[in-house]
Nanobody
Framework: QTRLVESGGGSVQAGGSLSLSCTAF????????MAWFRQAEGKAREAVAG???????SYKDFAKGRFTISQDKDKNTLYLEMNSLKPEDTGMYYC???????????????????WGQGTQVTVSS
């Protein structure tokens, strides 16, 4: 039903920047909260940043000061601007969303109901 489509991934050198986008399609009440997660090869998925239903943004510690999450509700699009990238930022980045009873705490969207297909980010040293 609801589709989240990420774009903007790629390969950069350490210290570089990338901007990711996530556009929601065929949605109704499923994008009150939106967030980014990532998963490195051989590692568990982890939260990156999220936006709560009141518009408040929060981040995991590793993202603070380097990443900026934002959204354009008119375009149904979520963004993640990543600066000062490090090799350990390498991974598949996923967009996620949830409906009106959603909760975002400390950069984590709790129990997201919808996921994108992911976009690969590779940071070389």
């Amino acid at each position: 039903q609801t589709r989240l489509v990420e774009s903007g991934g790629g390969s950069v050198q350490a210290g570089g920047s990338l901007s990711l986008s996530c556009t929601a399609f065929e949605y109704t009440y499923s994008t009150y909260c939106m967030a980014w997660f990532r998963q490195a090869e051989g590692k568990a998925r982890e939260a990156v940043a999220g936006i709560a239903r009141d518009g408040t943004a929060s981040y995991k510690d590793f993202a603070k000061g380097r990443f900026t999450i934002s959204q354009d509700k008119d375009k149904n699009t979520l963004y993640l601007e990543m600066n000062s990238l490090k090799p350990e930022d390498t991974g598949m980045y996923y967009c996620a969303s949830e409906g009106p009873l959603c909760t975002v705490v400390a950069g984590t969207l709790v129990n997201p109901g919808y996921w994108g297909q992911g976009t690969q980010v590779t940071v070389s040293s």
